[in-house]
């Protein structure tokens, strides 16, 4: 089977005092580790056992919403694990600061606007900033809910699932938002995606657009 928990790309104190080894556990090694289990049992014996995570979102979306949703959040945790980094926050720097600036104006327009769609995400959800026709946008979403599935490109994203921060924050979900956009922000990792999808041979983090779609069109015929 070719879905598992993926480790975590740093210690699990990397990240500390932002966020703490004890909220990275709980949050990893229990909730993220539960949507794998999930998937896993799901595509048991069944002609997805062998697809990647993003196949099964992609297949998934519109014909499966228990899996969806429990491959979904698995495809979200890996992508936020990434989009953090030790000793990262700050101003975005490389061809994603540019992207910033020419949509958002200033970075500070854009960090900004992001503590506001983070900060105001009803319950559970996500915070991404995504590129969409040559531009950079925040979107935000619930649950399960991904761009993956949409013409979007996901380049980043903040988890605002309590789960996330309340070990450390408690109800202080803003305190959390600036601590991930001044500390721990993963820049390298945004720039990283607004490349890939122009690299040639390279299959892509994400799916794209009409991409995405014949892809999954493409999964469910092979299926």
């Given at each position: 089977?070719s879905?598992?928990?993926?480790?975590?790309?740093?210690?699990?104190?990397?990240?500390?005092?932002?966020?703490?080894?004890?909220?990275?556990?709980?949050?990893?090694?229990?909730?993220?580790?539960?949507?794998?289990?999930?998937?896993?049992?799901l595509?048991?014996?069944?002609?997805?056992?062998?697809?990647?995570?993003?196949?099964?979102?992609?297949?998934?979306?519109?014909?499966?919403?228990?899996?969806?949703?429990a491959?979904?959040?698995?495809?979200?945790?890996?992508?936020?694990?990434?989009?953090?980094?030790?000793?990262?926050?700050?101003?975005?720097?490389?061809?994603?600061?540019?992207?910033?600036?020419?949509?958002?104006?200033?970075?500070?327009?854009?960090?900004?606007?992001?503590?506001?769609?983070?900060?105001?995400?009803?319950?559970?959800?996500?915070?991404?900033?995504?590129?969409?026709d040559?531009?950079?946008?925040?979107?935000?979403?619930?649950?399960?809910h991904?761009?993956?599935?949409?013409?979007?490109?996901?380049?980043?994203?903040?988890?605002?699932?309590?789960?996330?921060?309340?070990?450390?924050?408690q109800?202080?979900?803003?305190?959390?938002?600036?601590?991930?956009?001044?500390?721990?922000?993963?820049?390298?990792?945004?720039?990283?995606?607004?490349?890939?999808?122009?690299?040639?041979?390279?299959?892509?983090?994400?799916?794209?657009?009409?991409?995405?779609?014949?892809?999954?069109?493409?999964?469910?015929?092979?299926?």
């Open positions: 089977m879905i598992t928990l993926p480790p975590l790309p740093y210690a699990l104190d990397a990240l500390e005092p932002h966020l703490s080894r004890r909220t990275l556990g709980v949050h990893h090694g229990n909730h993220h580790a539960a949507y794998v289990a999930k998937t896993r049992a595509i048991q014996r069944t002609p997805l056992e062998s697809a990647t995570l993003e196949e099964i979102v992609l297949s998934s979306a519109e014909q499966d919403k228990t899996l969806f949703n491959s979904a959040q698995a495809w979200n945790h890996e992508f936020y694990w990434q989009s953090m980094r030790p000793g990262g926050g700050g101003e975005a720097h490389g061809a994603i600061a540019q992207l910033i600036e020419a949509s958002f104006g200033t970075q500070s327009a854009f960090s900004q606007q992001f503590v506001t769609a983070a900060g105001d995400q009803f319950g559970s959800g996500w915070a991404w900033l995504v590129l969409e040559g531009l950079v946008r925040i979107i935000a979403t619930s649950n399960a991904t761009p993956l599935t949409t013409p979007q490109v996901p380049l980043l994203t903040i988890d605002v699932w309590e789960h996330a921060y309340y070990l450390d924050y109800q202080r979900r803003l305190d959390y938002i600036a601590a991930f956009l001044g500390h721990l922000i993963n820049w390298d990792f945004a720039n990283q995606n607004l490349a890939r999808p122009r690299e040639v041979g390279v299959p892509a983090l994400v799916g794209t657009g009409k991409a995405a779609r014949s892809q999954s069109q493409a999964i469910g015929r092979r299926l």
